[in-house]
């Protein structure tokens, strides 16, 4: 299976991902490793961001869905067609809140379990997208939650290195519940 996702315990998922060369930012490789995650992503129903080494691919990259940027900005609009997919190569956090808050999380390589991690409330993203230009984002709530536990993706750092509180959740759903309860999405 080309897609999958890789699990927690796999090295790949604990390795420094290798950031991309801007030469190779369109290429043919680049390109492929891009469609790849986001294809295993839009299997995913309640997924909202893959990174690379979650594909098996160690290098920086990570893509968020599109979804969730369609929640941050539908209040009465109910089709409103969803946004593409956001691909950010070689990110750096910028302009991360000195306040704190504890946010319910899951992940793509954490099946079945859900938990408390305590993260910045606001977090900017620097990054070049995949036509390789330079890009910056500032995200709150969720956004900036998913900025965070990607980044760390890319230092091989996971989400129950963090936790504060694990959960175990047979179903992908009720975490996903709980995030839009603490986020009000
Ligand atoms: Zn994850």
Redesign the pocket.
């Known amino acids: 299976m080309k897609d999958h996702i890789v699990q927690a315990g796999d090295p790949v998922l604990r390795g420094i991902a290798t950031p991309v060369a801007k030469k190779d930012i369109g290429s043919p490789r680049i390109t492929k490793i891009i469609a790849r995650m986001k294809k295993a992503l839009a299997k995913e129903t309640f997924g909202v961001?893959?990174?690379a080494p979650?594909i098996g691919e160690s290098l920086r990259i990570f893509v968020v869905s599109g979804r969730v940027f369609i929640e941050e900005s539908a209040d009465d609009e109910e089709d409103v067609p969803t946004p593409p997919d956001r691909v950010f190569i070689n990110p750096t956090l910028s302009r991360l809140s000195r306040k704190k808050a504890e946010m319910s999380?899951?992940?793509?390589?954490?099946r079945g379990k859900y938990g408390t991690v305590l993260r910045h409330e606001k977090a900017g993203i620097k990054a070049l997208d995949e036509a390789g230009n330079k890009i910056a984002y500032q995200g709150s709530g969720l956004i900036g939650h998913i900025f965070q536990?990607?980044c760390?993706?890319l230092d091989g750092i996971?989400?129950i290195d963090k936790v504060v509180q694990l959960e175990e959740d047979e179903d992908m759903q009720s975490a996903r519940e709980k995030l839009k309860e603490k986020h009000g999405l």
């Open positions: 961001a893959i990174a979650q999380e899951g992940c793509l390589s954490v536990h990607e760390d993706h996971l989400y």
